[in-house]
């Protein structure tokens, strides 16, 4: 049982590039949410998704675009980045019951130069 | 807006001492409560989930408790080894109907943890 699969672990970017962070579950899991992980600020959530098809924007979506056209996958892509996007981004899946922990993927750590 | 709040940031402890993390937070009107760990540069590891309705839960050496009513929660390591080094993050999952609403963690920043041989 994999649980949450990141990729890729490592990216340094351009300022101005696009890319796509992949995130894969395989706990059939409806819920799965996107934070970023940055120094004195905690993690803070992105986007989100409660099932195939929906999604929704979190605390923090400027310049990130989501999609989920499976259960399994839930890519996070950066339009244009920026280098306040340099970030670790971390990927989370849940059960549709609230009484369910989160599961988190190894992360994704993004340098924006 | 829920806020959690982690202290101490940072605690130094010799090897076999046993010690208490604290998390706080604002609004008791949550699911449960999560402790996770996180060594340097990897991702997050869930130790313990305690729902609003039980006062503490148990895993090895680890044991959680939770106050709801005073939005309180503690992690009680036992025996502390070097290999228990690392970053604790406590996270809430609040029940509301807005927004990103009980979808949503909201953590705190976290209790960087070291042990000494």
């Known amino acids: 049982n994999a649980g949450v699969t990141q990729t890729p672990k490592f990216q340094v970017l351009k300022t101005g590039q696009s890319m796509t962070l992949q995130c894969a579950q395989d706990m059939n899991h409806e819920y799965m949410s996107w934070y970023r992980q940055d120094p004195g600020m905690g993690l803070r959530l992105i986007h989100y998704s409660v099932g195939a098809g929906i999604t929704d924007q979190g605390e923090v979506p400027n310049g990130y675009n989501v999609s989920r056209s499976t259960t399994e996958d839930f890519p996070l892509r950066l339009l244009s980045a920026a280098p306040s996007q340099t970030s670790v981004y971390f990927c989370?899946?849940?059960?549709?019951?609230?009484?369910?922990?989160?599961?988190f993927g190894s992360g994704t750590r993004l340098t924006v130069v | 807006k829920q806020e959690v709040t982690q202290i101490p940031a940072a605690l130094s402890v010799p090897e076999g001492e046993n010690l208490v993390l604290n998390c706080s937070f604002t609004d008791s009107a949550i699911y449960n409560l999560q402790w996770f760990r996180q060594d340097p540069g990897k991702g997050l590891t869930s130790l313990l989930l305690?729902?609003?309705?039980?006062r503490e839960q148990t895993s090895g050496r680890l044991n959680a408790s939770l106050d709801k009513s005073s939005g309180r929660s503690t992690l009680y390591i036992a025996a502390s080894q070097p290999g228990d080094s690392a970053t604790y993050l406590c996270a809430v999952r609040q029940i509301t109907y807005s927004g990103a609403g009980s979808y949503q963690l909201t953590f705190g920043k976290g209790t960087k943890l070291s042990v000494i041989p």
């Open positions: 989370a899946s849940s059960s549709s019951t609230p009484f369910e922990g989160y599961t």
């Open positions: 305690i729902q609003s309705s039980q």
